[in-house]
């Protein structure tokens, strides 16, 4: 079958298309399981997709964070309002199987190491534990970015981790093939676009004994029993979200129809007279509440302004799926470094820095801007941030 016979007659939803492969391996999981614990649930629907593909536990734990609880869940589920990294309604040895579906990129560095903590602690020796999750290998490479996630994990780096939290892993698999294993060619998201030498079946298929090669990989683990070590899941945290952190509000995406160049190793997006439109714009972060100062660095070019205004670019911090604006500023005449300052009174998701050329005069801006934390409004590091 090629591309062209598996797409004809009908477009082809990537994220339903992955939700099913997802149900499918959930018919996979391992058993028997009496107690079953969730990180991140969403709402009763979440439950009904379990039971569908999984089928019934006796008991089902779910925490959820940011939804409130349903008043329609099945009579075998308990839901807790609070965050994964604290189970303490679970006693240790508790669970059979602890699933965290699409969640852990989700959660801040802190979180993820508390919850791996909790896991080791409250799942049976002998027990699992079920996570599955983007690969940031191919999410990079895609220029793929979801607005509320933190640090996306490749599968060997999430390996590591349960690892060192007391697992053994036993499953290591891929959905949905996003690189070709034989040249490393990238291959697109969107399964309604042809991939040469590839159709939708064959890299569904290819994708399971490929996850470094696959948009999500799936880790199922076996619990051990070495003893939980908080501090050293928390260095084992570090030490890999760490130097990502350190780029993530780096991830600065070029404007429509602008040029780039590279001076010293560093990118710089031109902006040429009457280039009026967007020269810069991302990364689309999350971001914990706090107050922040971010700067950009600019070359503007010598000459004037047509009509006497000498500013020749917008700055501003934005958010939000509607781009909202937090703070601007206009870069004038010789402006070579400017920063702003703006306060998130909570978690804000989809945090962007901008650049707006007026079309004025000539300049370049560097695709890179250095944020520091002014004030924290939360006892937690913030590994988002370079410490200042």
Known sequence: MTQADSDSTIAIDANEMLHALRGGMLAEMPRPVETMVSAGCAGSWYFEWIERHYGRVPRHVGFEYYVKRPDDLPDNVVWIEDTCARMDAIPDGGADLVFSGQNIE?????????????????????????????????????????????VELTPSEMSDLLRVAGFTVTKCVGLWLCRDPADGRVLSFDPNVPAEGWSVPHRIAAARDRPDDSFIWWIEAQRNRAPPDPGAIRRQVDSVTAPVWATLLDRLA?????????????????????????????PYAPMKPGKYRVEFVLDPKPGRTPDGDDSFAVLDVASGSDATVLTSVRARGMDRAISLSFSLEQTTFGVQFRCLSLGKRAFAVRRRVTVTAESQLTRRRDWSLRRG
């Open 254 to 282: 070029i404007g429509p129809g602008m040029t780039e160049e590279m001076r010293g190793g560093i990118p710089w997006i031109v902006a040429a007279p009457g280039d009026m439109r967007i020269a810069m714009f991302g």
């Open 106 to 150: 989700h959660l801040w560095p802190d979180d993820t190491a508390a919850f791996l903590a909790e896991a080791s602690r409250i799942v049976r020796p002998g027990g699992w534990i079920v996570i599955d999750s983007p690969n940031r290998a191919l999410t990079e490479k895609l220029a793929w970015r979801h607005p509320e996630h933190t």
